[in-house]
């Protein structure tokens, strides 16, 4: 059976959260709260429009970091209230050449990363809440990244 905490059986105070804004593919849901595991995050929260947790993909994706860090799907605009109220920073990913890049970012202890659906990004009233705008810069001819793979670079970069 797969832990997931109810969404407030635990705190928002502190900590370095994954924050998962309507993600719909199952792979990448399991391999960036596998990703948060493995880089010592706190915990993933996922929006009620993200894929469903007990999906088989997510589990065998996940590799049983499950049982390693906090997790919770809710409504995450209570989530960015709790996390604005304790003054947690919030960082959403966009794909905004006008945004700051992630390697000019300053290391926190504390912090929301959101990652935002695979075709759509980020959603705009999840971006308004947001203390910075961040992305990844591109150097090739691809036109973004998988959203695991840019979670994943940031989440170490923060890590």
Known sequence: MLPIN???SFSFKFGKWVILDNLTDPG???????????AGFDGVILSNQSVDLYNSKVQRSMQGSQFHLQI????????????????????????DKDAEILYNCKAVSQLGLIIGN??????????LECDHKIYIPIKGKAESLNAAVAAGIMIYYFS
């Open 72 to 95: 919770v799907q809710t409504d995450i605009e209570q989530v960015l209230l709790d996390f604005k109220n304790n003054g947690l920073p919030l960082y959403a990913s966009v794909l």
């Open 6 to 8: 109810q969404p407030h």
């Open 118 to 127: 695979e075709a759509h990004g980020v959603s705009r009233q999840v971006q």
């Open 28 to 38: 990448n849901v399991g391999t960036i709260i596998r990703t948060a595991d493995a």
